[in-house]
Nanobody, 124 residues
Framework: QVQLVESGGGLVQAGGSLRLSCAAS????????MGWFRQAPGKERDFVAA????????YYADSVKGRFTISRDNAKNTVYLQMDSLKPEDTAVYYC?????????????????WGQGTQVTVSS
């Protein structure tokens, strides 16, 4: 199991940027695919972005493509989500997740470990 701690959330105006970080502990981080999900009040937890173990492949939800960028630094056991051109509809709790596989998935059921989440609020 990988332990995950997110940081970097906050309040930002529409059009602004935030960078989320997810620090992982555990020896297997460099072999884990990683993902970001988000959950707005009263809604399901939705896929946002994912990255494979080597950073050679990334995947995005259509709603964030071209605005968000996922990256990772295996030397620092950290995965990032750069969020630009933020919109009010991006408001949610953002969760980092690790998969016991080198290849990422788009379903929340593909992931084994989850962080506690970080709140992102975008004002109009």
């Amino acid at each position: 199991q990988v332990q995950l701690v997110e940081s970097g959330g906050g309040l930002v105006q529409a059009g602004g940027s935030l960078r989320l970080s997810c620090a992982a502990s555990g020896r297997t981080f460099s072999s884990n695919a990683m993902g970001w999900f988000r959950q707005a009040p009263g809604k399901e937890r939705d896929f946002v972005a994912a990255i494979d173990w080597s950073s050679s492949s990334t995947y995005y939800a259509d709603s964030v493509k071209g605005r968000f960028t996922i990256s990772r630094d295996n030397a620092k056991n950290t995965v990032y989500l750069q969020m630009d051109s933020l919109k009010p509809e991006d408001t949610a709790v953002y969760y980092c997740a690790a998969r016991s596989s080198t290849w990422p998935g788009r379903s929340k059921h593909d992931y084994n470990s989850w962080g506690q989440g970080t709140q992102v609020t975008v004002s109009s």
